[in-house]
């Protein structure tokens, strides 16, 4: 709707005093003039103005009928996104609590598993313990028989010689070894009889050899000490060619010498080898064996060292 209003009249300015009836007069008669030309001119005039706060009214009604329509789309259209959200965020939350039950489940499963294994790996560290004793108590019990059985070897070797290097005889009989042990004895200054024999036999070996080893068992101790101390007497101020040997044995071939000791029982004999190889190599001057014990001396005056086992060796390697 157009509004349009009449411009205000314009300001009536008198050109001279005039008496109050007369400039009445006046003005209404230039109103009227005014006002015929205002309408010559086209100009609307109304008696009253419209009411704007009605059209406004009657507007903003229909907006708010049309609005009412979009509002109430909208609003469906937010319900059915948050009716999806919330049906997807339950199945989602379904899917979860699914997956933390089976979740739980195997883990206590494997609670269970790792209390079970726990427990048995306890089980089996007590009985490794326990065995762990057993074995400490089984070796000192070893350890204490092989004691008794060295002790019993060495008085059982306590009353025999070993003699090395004495060519074989064709068809040699313990008899002819009998005459060997009581040449040597009478070549030594030992008086040796066939009473103070108990056993004389020579060992066989796999090697090719006809001067295998002759075992001498006398029926005293005190035989074989007097035996052992006329050979030391009779080795000592000689040299080595004229020391004991195969010639003053009255045997037909090459001169040989003949090694004689007290015999060792097995442990023994390997220490022995392992004293001696240990004297070659760090320069001690002595090494023996007396009553089935090693003895190493590192100079003539210095005193003499017991080898109980190989550890004593080790250590004095070790030392050195």
Partial sequence: MTLRHSPPPAPLVPDAPAPHSTSTEANVTNVRDRSC??????????????????????????????FEDK????????????????????????????TI???????NALTHSVDMMSSKYDAFLAKISEMETQRKADQKLICLLEDKV???ERKQKSTAIEIRNVPKKTDESKNDLCKLVQNIGNTISAEIDNCYLKDVYRLNSNKS???NLIIVEFTSTLVRNN?????????KDRIPGEKLNTRQLDWHGPCKPVYISEALTNKAQRLFYLARTFQKQNGY?????????VYLRKEE?????????????ENLRKSI
């Fill in 150 to 152: 060295e002790y019993l």
């Fill in 71 to 98: 509002d109430s789309s909208v609003s469906e259209i937010i319900k059915e996104m948050f009716s999806s959200f919330t049906q997807e965020q339950k199945l989602r939350f379904n899917q979860l609590q699914a």
């Fill in 209 to 211: 050899s006809n001067s």
């Fill in 37 to 66: 030309t205002g309408m010559s001119l086209g100009v609307q005039h109304y008696d009253s103005a419209p009411d704007l706060r009605l059209m406004l009214d009657n507007a903003t009604e229909r907006k708010k009928r049309k």
């Fill in 101 to 107: 039950n089976s979740l739980t489940e195997q883990n």
């Fill in 227 to 235: 035996l052992l101390e006329k050979l030391k007497t009779f080795n």
């Fill in 301 to 313: 005056k210095s005193p003499h060292i017991k080898l109980n086992s190989e550890s004593d060796i």
């Fill in 285 to 293: 001057a002595f090494c023996w064996s007396s009553h089935g014990v």
